[in-house]
């Protein structure tokens, strides 16, 4: 910016001159520092919006190319123009689906296989195959085991019958198998006890606390033994 003379002039009309060309210099710099505030700390969007061709007055380098929004963005990407990186794919599991999950096949047949112009039969020339991940909530299942008794009718006093099936917790409802869900859900998803109540609620089954904290510890005496031995 130019500075004003110095001396002054007498011409009244020069001195007005003076102002006015000064108020439009101090205007237009007010406009450039909030045009720059606004492209440092306003928000993304804000900075492509306060930018304006036509004030090119100071030169911002860098950050005046990186600033100015391009006319099309899509032009500019399929144009060819050098210096553009291209977007990289986004990652989707999709047509990738895990090999040893089970496959559940269902085949959806035409309402009719013939021909629509000579009504005769059509032959099958190709398929279109979709896959979509599924799944199956948690299935609490009862586990009735019949031990049937077995006695002979002439010897008196002879009963025959299988012994039951050893069990973490021994004479309680819990199968070893949801006594191990129990313990992994809480010490390796990190689920709470009381969680899980509720989760079991959710269902129609009432456990209490107090029960899944003697599961616990129950399965923590049987494991104890081969703590010791890796520790």
């Known amino acids: 910016m130019a500075e004003p003379p110095d001396p002054l002039s007498a011409d009244p009309a020069e001195l007005v001159r003076s102002i006015r060309d000064l108020e439009a210099r101090n205007a237009d710099l007010q406009a450039q520092v909030k045009t720059l505030k606004a492209l440092i700390f306003g928000a993304k969007s804000e900075r492509t919006?306060?930018?304006?061709?036509?004030?090119?007055?100071?030169?911002?380098?860098?950050?005046?190319?990186e600033a100015t929004p391009a006319a099309n963005d899509n032009a500019d990407r399929t144009?060819?123009?050098?210096?553009?990186h291209p977007r990289r794919p986004a990652n989707r599991n999709?047509?990738?689906?895990?090999r040893?999950?089970?496959?559940?096949?269902?085949?959806?047949?035409?309402?009719?296989?013939?021909?629509?112009?000579?009504?005769?039969?059509?032959?099958?020339?190709?398929?279109?195959?979709?896959?979509?991940?599924?799944?199956?909530?948690?299935l609490?299942?009862?586990?009735?085991?019949?031990?049937?008794?077995?006695?002979?009718?002439?010897?008196?006093?002879?009963?025959v019958q299988a012994a039951a099936r050893p069990r973490v917790v021994d004479g309680g409802m819990a199968t070893t198998a949801l006594v191990a869900h129990?313990?992994?859900?809480?010490f390796a998803w990190h689920l709470p006890l009381y969680r899980q109540a509720q989760m079991f609620a959710g269902q129609g089954?009432?456990?209490?606390?107090?029960?899944?904290?003697?599961w616990v510890r129950r399965a923590a005496w049987w494991l104890?033994?081969?703590a010791r031995q890796s520790g």
Not at 94 to 98: D, I, K, R, S
Not at 182 to 186: E, L, Q, Y
Not at 205 to 214: E, G, M, P, Q, S
């Open 205 to 214: 089954i009432a456990l209490d606390r107090t029960t899944l904290v003697f």
């Open 49 to 65: 919006a306060v930018i304006d061709p036509d004030q090119g007055v100071l030169d911002l380098g860098d950050l005046a190319v």
């Open 94 to 98: 999709v047509g990738a689906l895990p």
């Open 182 to 186: 129990v313990v992994v859900a809480k």
């Open 140 to 159: 609490v299942r009862v586990l009735r085991t019949i031990r049937p008794k077995y006695a002979c009718r002439c010897c008196h006093g002879t009963l």
């Open 100 to 138: 040893h999950l089970p496959r559940v096949e269902t085949t959806i047949e035409p309402e009719s296989t013939a021909c629509p112009c000579c009504a005769g039969p059509m032959h099958r020339i190709g398929e279109d195959v979709a896959e979509a991940l599924d799944v199956i909530p948690a």
């Open 79 to 84: 144009s060819g123009k050098p210096g553009r």
């Open 224 to 226: 104890k033994p081969m």
